[in-house]
């Protein structure tokens, strides 16, 4: 078992290390010495683990949604589908392995690289909220999950790139992802619902109980692999604990 617990250990040194690099470089300029040292592994403790550079690149960009905690049950399905991706703002400027993972997942160089997997993934967990939503009359006939869906993702996508490219620090992602729900979510969605919804610039950070929170990172005992779409693993007893019924903000009707 402390064997086991010592090759958990030194994945997730690596991934982390890896995901600080190709976040700082990129991945064509990011060298396995560079993660190796600040990983403070050996080499065969890295090849052990991964067989390549783009094998490891593959595991960060996997890791993207498992870093992320669901967001915790709420009384509005789309009170859900706005916490998701205001939790994934939150993390986006705090923790090591997500940011990295965002940036291979936007950047174009290393071809070789299969960038589908988190699109795909953050488009089905939206897309179940929002067809969890339409069932339950939260949003207008006309309003497709589908398309809702998608467009959230690249949209994120987008704000995503202008953020790095503005240097908008810590808050820039958050306050961007509220003003696209504010102006997205009133043409899909139902007045009564909309009335008190919470799309706060701080929601994501209440959601998770937390303030001005250290770095995190992978868990400890959850190996991110590559799976069909939202097939992420995640680790339930983790994801348990990250998730905290957030406080009434603006949208005072959710907790």
Request: hydrophobic share 40%; charged share 20%; glycine share 10%.
């Amino acid at each position: 078992m402390a064997k086991q617990d010592r090759a958990i250990r030194t994945r997730r040194a690596i991934l982390e290390a890896a995901a600080t690099v190709f976040d700082e470089r990129g991945y064509e300029a990011a060298t396995l010495s560079e993660i190796l040292a600040l990983a403070q592994v050996t080499k065969g403790a890295l090849y052990f683990h991964f067989d390549s550079k783009e094998d490891l690149a593959h595991a960060v960009l996997d890791a993207q949604t498992v870093t992320v905690p669901p967001a915790p049950q709420q009384a509005s399905k789309v009170q859900e589908f706005v916490d998701s991706g205001m939790v994934f703002a939150h993390r986006l400027t705090r923790d090591r392995v997500l940011s990295g993972s965002v940036r291979l997942t936007l950047e174009q160089s290393g071809p070789e690289l299969d960038r589908s997997g988190p699109y795909r993934e953050w488009t089905d967990i939206n897309r179940s909220l929002l067809r969890a939503a339409k069932e339950s009359g939260e949003l207008l006939p006309h309003a497709d999950p589908e398309e809702l869906a998608g467009l959230v993702v690249g949209a994120f996508a987008g704000l995503n790139l202008m953020t790095r490219a503005l240097g908008g620090g810590q808050s820039a992602m958050e306050r961007w992802a509220s003003v696209l729900y504010q102006h997205v979510l009133p043409s899909v969605v139902v007045p009564a619902v909309l009335a008190v919804l919470d799309m706060d610039p701080t929601r994501g950070a209440r959601v998770l109980g937390v303030s001005g929170e250290p770095e995190c990172t992978v868990p400890e005992g959850v190996v991110p692999e590559s799976a069909a779409p939202g097939g992420a693993v995640r680790d339930k007893g983790a994801s348990e604990s990250w998730a905290s019924p957030g406080v009434p903000g603006s949208g005072a009707g959710f907790r």
